[in-house]
């Protein structure tokens, strides 16, 4: 259903590079990129330029024949990038970086555990691990290939860093970004307590709504307002790393019957207001997926006509909560509290199949914020800006609870400041 890519290989590199570098995810001095042309040769990023200012005249061309043509010499990674595309042909873009969180798993040899989260697992799929060998040279260029024909799609290098395959570029981004903010929630959980991981049934979930298709009609303004707000909200998520390009979902209530939501398997980033999906209780608009939370919400606005908008995220430091059995607190500061009220933690719960039930559980005043084991939160307001804070909220009290463990034990507001604090914001 995605239209041809229109983007230039050497653009699309650039742009891959400008967000890898600008979300911390390189430095300026570590990490390639490359894609395979149809014709076997392959765009890829030049030696020593600046990763932080990059432009598409400094991308290289290295031609089947092995000439070249570009301002700069090719990657000094050059060779492992034509080993992988030699022995894997379905694999046509290369991400290769050195990361925070997966260093930290490459230097410790062990492989960042993606059974915590159903998206995680599958967006990221089987990971190997590649021997150590010098940069550049020949050896490592043959381990990687070789880690990458045992069918992995995420190869870990041995006190090095990671190249993640794709189909396409956005693929081998999106596969490259979803890994090491797994890797970045798995670490922060590890310092909470013991990981819990999820059954393979959940694993191998691949349950979506079944909806049928809404009539088209014309769009009126106080839609096309809600999709733009919606867009940025989406974007703002992402650009303050509460969303991923794969994780992470808006809705919107539009009126008594219908609400808009982001779509299934679009990165969060590059949407648009034509993206979005219009959703009633039982039916969709043509030709577009909504989000696999659809139902979900669509149950939420039914039973709480005061609720106008939906949020499912999974940002790491709350994610992390979720991954053990760490209790997590709001009475750590007043605006935690007031924000988030008790936020308590329930056992997992697919999105999809057990929609009814974590419906049942939201309401405005009792229950706006629901942590749920191995998956993440679920977060309800009347607009969108409310459940924004929302998230950004729980997601900086998890922060500060995570910093303040080294510190010493958490003393938390008393039930008397909370009685005192519920009175005068009228929360009673
Ligand atoms: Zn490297």
Redesign the pocket.
Known sequence: MDSTNWQHPRDELVATMDRIYRYHMTTTS???LSILDPDGGIWITPSRVDKGSLRAADVVRVFADGSREGLHPPSS?FPFHREIYKRRPDIKAIV???PGALVAFSICRTLPETRVQTHAFQVCGKIAYAAYAC?GSQELGDKIAEAFATGADCVM?EN??VVIGGRDLAEAFQRFETLEFAAQTVIRASALGTLKTLSAAALHSHAVPDYATLPPVAPLNHEKELRAQLCDFTHRAYRQRLMISTAGSISARLDAAHFVTTPRRRDRLELTVENLVRVTRDACEEGKRASRTSRLHGLIYEANPEIGVVINAQPMCASAFCMTDAEFSSRTIPESYLVLGDTPKVPFACVVADAEALAAKMSLKKCPVLLIENEGALIVGRTLLEAFDRLEVLEATAEALQLSRPLGPLVPMPDSALAELRKAFGME
Do not use: R
């Open positions: 570590g990490g390639n990674e290769h970086a050195h940069p290098l090095h860093g």
